[in-house]
C-alpha cells in the first residue's frame, strides 16, 4: 500500500490551519459585545471570514492571488469586526508568501500591507497599531525562516542525489565495460576463425549482438560524469540476483530473519538491472536492521512482462521524522536508481505496521 502523497498531506495541512483560523473568528464574531451589532453584519462578517481563511487551501497554487483576495476580505472584517486583528488574519496568508516566494515578492507585501495600517490610529490606538505591525513582521519572519530552512533542505538533497549518482554511474560503468571487452574478444576469435569454421565465426557474432545490445540497455542507465575513485575496488565484480541469497544469509547472521521468495527470475537479466535491484534489497535490509529494529523481513523477487519487481517488507517501525523532513539517503539512493531504469520506487511505513519498499524496473530491449 503506497504512503499519502506528499500534495495530500500539505493539503490536510494547510485545511486543519484554515479551520482554526475560521473557528477562531466565528468565536470572536458571535462572542457579545464584540462582533457586529446586527444579524445581518455578524453573518457578513462570517462569510468574509470563510473567504480569508478558505484562501490557504489554495494559497500554494496561486500565493499573490490568494493573497489578495485575503487581503480584500480582510478589509471588510477590518470595517465590521476590528477585534479580530489587522485585516482579520492576513497574518497568515501573508506567512505563506514568504514561504513560498523570495523576498524580492513577499517583502513588497509586507510593505503593502504594513502601508495602512496607521488606520489602527483610528479605530484603536498605538497598541493596535503597534500589535498589528507585530503581527505582520512576525508573519512574513515566520514564512522566510521556513523558506529558508527549505531551501538548504533542497540544497542538501540535490548534493545527496548528485553523490548516489556518482556512485551509481561509476557501478554501471564497470558493467558496460565488461560488455565492450566481451565484443572485443568475441571480435577477435570470429576474425581468427571466420574462413576455417565458419559456424564458430557465426557463434561468436550472436555473442557480439548479444553483448552490445546489452552494453546499449545499460549505457542509456548511466550518467556521463563519474566522480573521483572513493576507495571502492573497481576491478572487483558487481553483484547480481545470483548473491541474494548470500546477502540474506549474511543479514540472518546478525539477527534478522530473512525469508526470499522468487519467481521467473533468470541469469538472463541485464547486468545493470541486477545490480540495481540487488542494491535495492541491500539498502532495505540494511535500513530494516539500524532504523526500523525489526527481526523479520520478507524479500519478494518477480519477473514478468518486461518488469522486475520487488517488495521488502519488514516488521519493525518507521523511526518518526520531523514535519517537513526530507527522505534519507538510504531511499533517495534507492529511488535514483530505478529511475535511472526508467522505474518507480515506493517506500513507507504500514497502516497495520512495518515499513515496505516496492521498486518496479522495467527490463529495456535495445532495438
Request: proline share 5%.
Amino acid at each position: 500500500m503506497k504512503c499519502p502523497s506528499r500534495s495530500r498531506i500539505l493539503l490536510l495541512i494547510d485545511s486543519g490551519i484554515a479551520a482554526a483560523i475560521f473557528g477562531v473568528a466565528l468565536t470572536v464574531a458571535l462572542a457579545p459585545g464584540t462582533g457586529p451589532g446586527t444579524t445581518v453584519g455578524t453573518a457578513v462578517v462570517i462569510g468574509l471570514a470563510a473567504v480569508q481563511a478558505s484562501c490557504l487551501l489554495w494559497i500554494r497554487r496561486r500565493p499573490e492571488y490568494a493573497l489578495a483576495v485575503a487581503a480584500l476580505a480582510g478589509i471588510g472584517l477590518e470595517a465590521l469586526c476590528p477585534q479580530l486583528g489587522w485585516l482579520g488574519f492576513v497574518t497568515a496568508p501573508l506567512a505563506y508568501v514568504a514561504r513560498l516566494r523570495p523576498p524580492r515578492v513577499s517583502l513588497v507585501a509586507l510593505g503593502l500591507l504594513l502601508a495602512p495600517t496607521p488606520w489602527k490610529l483610528v479605530t484603536g490606538g498605538w497598541r493596535d497599531l503597534l500589535l498589528a505591525v507585530t503581527a505582520l513582521g512576525l508573519g512574513w519572519a515566520v514564512g522566510e525562516l521556513q523558506r529558508g530552512h527549505a531551501q538548504r533542505r533542497r540544497d542538501r538533497q540535490r548534493q545527496l542525489l548528485s553523490r548516489e549518482r556518482e556512485r551509481i554511474s561509476r557501478e554501471l560503468h564497470d558493467v558496460v565495460a565488461h560488455h565492450v571487452a566481451v565484443i572485443a574478444v568475441q571480435a577477435a576469435a570470429a576474425e581468427d576463425v571466420f574462413d576455417q569454421r565458419p559456424e564458430q565465426a557465426r557463434a561468436a557474432l550472436g555473442s557480439i549482438n548479444a553483448a552490445a545490445r546489452s552494453a546499449l540497455t545499460e549505457l542509456r542507465s548511466m550518467l556521463h560524469a563519474l566522480a573521483s575513485d572513493d576507495g571502492s575496488d573497481p576491478d572487483g565484480p558487481q553483484p547480481g540476483l545470483a548473491q541474494l541469497d548470500a546477502l540474506a544469509d549474511a543479514v540472518r547472521a546478525v539477527g534478522l530473519q530473512v525469508t526470499m521468495s522468487r519467481g521467473g527470475v533468470n541469469d538472463d537479466l541485464p547486468g545493470g538491472v541486477q545490480l540495481s535491484a540487488y542494491r535495492i534489497v541491500q539498502e532495505s535490509l540494511t535500513n530494516a536492521l539500524r532504523h526500523s529494529h525489526a527481526t523479520r523481513a520478507d524479500v519478494s523477487v518477480r519477473y514478468d512482462d518486461g518488469v522486475l519487481r520487488l517488495a521488502v517488507v519488514n516488521d519493525g517501525t518507521a523511526r518518526p521524522r520531523r514535519a517537513g523532513a526530507g527522505e534519507g539517503r538510504g531511499i533517495v539512493g534507492m529511488r535514483e536508481r530505478a529511475r535511472l531504469l526508467g522505474g518507480t520506487l515506493d517506500a513507507g511505513p504500514l497502516p497495520a505496521g512495518g515499513f515496505q519498499v516496492q521498486a518496479q524496473l522495467p527490463v529495456g530491449v535495445a532495438p
